[in-house]
């Protein structure tokens, strides 16, 4: 991309780049930054279109494989917005090169550390306040603030016997292959035995996420726990209202806040009409049968406000439970103690599932996330 922009970039400046990372392991973004920075720029005039390149790159703003092998059409081009220099913090921004930082001897005085630790209390304390509030009272600032408690989170689901053995030495069968090969090591004599045991996967995590209308204020704090928990638990990642949207790309990105704006722009139909059996069918058809529903964990977020047939969900949510380990449905209208399933969406799910739970809130994302790492009772 750098090439492509105009940049004289050489051979041995990529080799250079490639021996800093090697040697300075840079942790986070900013480090990367400079790391590319010092070793692949000779010329202060091409700073200002590294720093366009770098941004672009990693902070989320272009996906590489959309244009990877179009030599006409460089990424670096089809940002309009220019970047600021500078490397790029967590927040997603680049702040100007040479910003004072605060230093370790300074903020030393007693009453600077006690405004500090009044700030912490009143930071613990709103977020405490926030963690108990229905989604659907919150702004769009609060959920936000919500995302350092949701990245606490961490979706763990059961494990699954591996289709290829790993070895380990105490382990229940003897490797006849590995031991002979090992035994040219000692003239012949397999004096090491190689055993193995069989290996233990963590199943796939799948989460149909509905974006109608009725579930608009819980589908944006769905989205961005999504999106904080999926980089730990690679889960697979689907939109639907009155169509079928896979998101596992869009939210891939690093940027909480370009992950959220590639999700509405991928999902066209945010917001609008529900038809919850046409979307499994969709999922199943196109993904599910092919394996990526077979003995997983199927996360459904919706409140079961089904246009449709309720008789079409129904047998689209039986042919989900013989290919799925687990079914949660998620509903946060059942936070509320007057709730009952007469809706004909919702009592047609409920026979199939194998948890329902409310997540109306952060506090109540913990029951969720519980279920999901839950294994299976019976056969």
Same mark, same amino acid.
């Given at each position: 991309?750098?090439?492509?922009?105009?940049?004289?970039?050489?051979?041995?400046?990529?080799?250079?780049?490639?021996?800093?990372?090697? &040697?300075?392991?840079?942790?986070?973004?900013?480090?990367?930054?400079?790391?590319?920075?010092?070793?692949?720029?000779?010329?202060?005039?091409?700073?200002?279109?590294?720093?366009?390149?770098?941004?672009?790159?990693?902070? #989320?703003?272009?996906?590489?494989?959309?244009? +990877?092998?179009?030599?006409?059409?460089? %990424?670096?081009?089809?940002?309009?917005?220019?970047?600021?220099?500078?490397?790029?913090?967590?927040?997603?921004?680049?702040?100007?090169?040479?910003?004072?930082?605060?230093?370790?001897?300074?903020?030393?005085?007693?009453?600077?550390? #006690?405004?500090?630790?009044?700030?912490?209390?009143?930071?613990?304390?709103?977020?405490?306040?926030?963690?108990?509030?229905?989604?659907?009272?919150?702004?769009?600032?609060?959920?936000?603030?919500? +995302?350092?408690?949701?990245?606490?989170?961490?979706?763990?689901?059961? @494990? *699954?016997?591996?289709?290829?053995?790993?070895?380990? $030495?105490?382990?229940?069968?003897?490797?006849?292959?590995?031991? =002979?090969? $090992?035994?040219?090591?000692?003239?012949?004599? %397999?004096?090491?035995?190689?055993?193995? !045991?069989?290996?233990?996967?963590? *199943?796939?995590?799948?989460?149909?996420?509905?974006?109608?209308?009725?579930?608009?204020?819980?589908?944006?704090?769905?989205?961005?726990?999504?999106?904080?928990? +999926?980089?730990?638990? $690679?889960?697979?990642?689907?939109?639907?209202?009155?169509?079928?949207? !896979? =998101? @596992?790309?869009?939210?891939?990105?690093?940027?909480?806040?370009?992950?959220?704006?590639?999700?509405?722009?991928?999902?066209?139909?945010?917001?609008?009409? @529900? *038809?919850?059996?046409?979307?499994?069918?969709?999922?199943?058809?196109?993904?599910?049968?092919?394996?990526?529903?077979?003995?997983?964990?199927?996360?459904?977020?919706?409140?079961?406000?089904?246009?449709?047939? %309720?008789?079409? =969900?129904?047998?689209?949510?039986?042919?989900?439970? *013989?290919?799925?380990?687990?079914? /949660?449905? /998620?509903?946060?209208?059942?936070?509320?103690? +007057?709730?009952?399933?007469?809706?004909?969406?919702?009592?047609? &799910? =409920?026979?199939?599932?194998?948890?329902?739970?409310? #997540?109306?809130?952060?506090?109540?994302?913990? $029951?969720? &996330?519980?279920?999901?790492?839950?294994?299976?009772? #019976?056969?």
């Amino acid at each position: 991309m750098l090439h492509a922009a105009g940049v004289a970039i050489t051979a041995d400046r990529s080799a250079r780049f490639a021996s800093a990372v090697v &040697v300075a392991r840079p942790t986070t973004v900013a480090d990367l930054y400079w790391c590319a920075r010092v070793t692949m720029i000779a010329r202060r005039a091409d700073i200002d279109v590294f720093d366009r390149v770098f941004a672009q790159v990693f902070g #989320g703003l272009v996906d590489i494989a959309d244009h +990877r092998g179009d030599p006409t059409s460089p %990424p670096a081009s089809r940002r309009t917005e220019p970047a600021p220099r500078g490397p790029i913090d967590g927040a997603g921004t680049l702040p100007p090169v040479g910003a004072a930082t605060p230093s370790a001897s300074s903020g030393s005085d007693g009453d600077e550390q #006690g405004e500090a630790r009044e700030a912490n209390v009143a930071i613990a304390s709103r977020e405490e306040r926030l963690a108990h509030t229905d989604f659907a009272a919150l702004d769009d600032a609060e959920l936000t603030s919500l +995302r350092a408690l949701m990245e606490r989170l961490r979706l763990s689901p059961p @494990t *699954r016997l591996g289709r290829r053995p790993v070895r380990h $030495r105490h382990g229940a069968r003897l490797d006849v292959r590995a031991t =002979l090969r $090992r035994a040219h090591r000692t003239g012949g004599d %397999p004096l090491e035995q190689v055993r193995t !045991r069989p290996a233990h996967r963590p *199943r796939r995590v799948v989460v149909l996420c509905d974006i109608s209308g009725s579930m608009q204020p819980y589908a944006r704090a769905y989205v961005q726990f999504l999106h904080a928990a +999926r980089g730990a638990s $690679r889960a697979e990642v689907f939109a639907f209202a009155t169509r079928l949207t !896979r =998101l @596992t790309r869009a939210l891939s990105v690093v940027d909480p806040g370009v992950a959220l704006a590639r999700a509405a722009t991928a999902a066209p139909d945010w917001h609008g009409g @529900t *038809r919850i059996g046409d979307a499994i069918k969709a999922f199943i058809d196109g993904y599910g049968r092919r394996g990526l529903a077979r003995g997983a964990i199927v996360v459904i977020v919706s409140d079961g406000w089904e246009t449709g047939d %309720p008789a079409v =969900l129904a047998e689209q949510m039986a042919r989900l439970a *013989r290919l799925a380990y687990r079914i /949660v449905w /998620v509903n946060p209208r059942t936070a509320d103690a +007057r709730y009952q399933p007469l809706a004909g969406g919702m009592a047609a &799910v =409920l026979p199939y599932c194998d948890a329902v739970v409310s #997540g109306h809130t952060t506090d109540a994302l913990g $029951r969720v &996330v519980t279920e999901i790492a839950a294994a299976r009772s #019976g056969p």
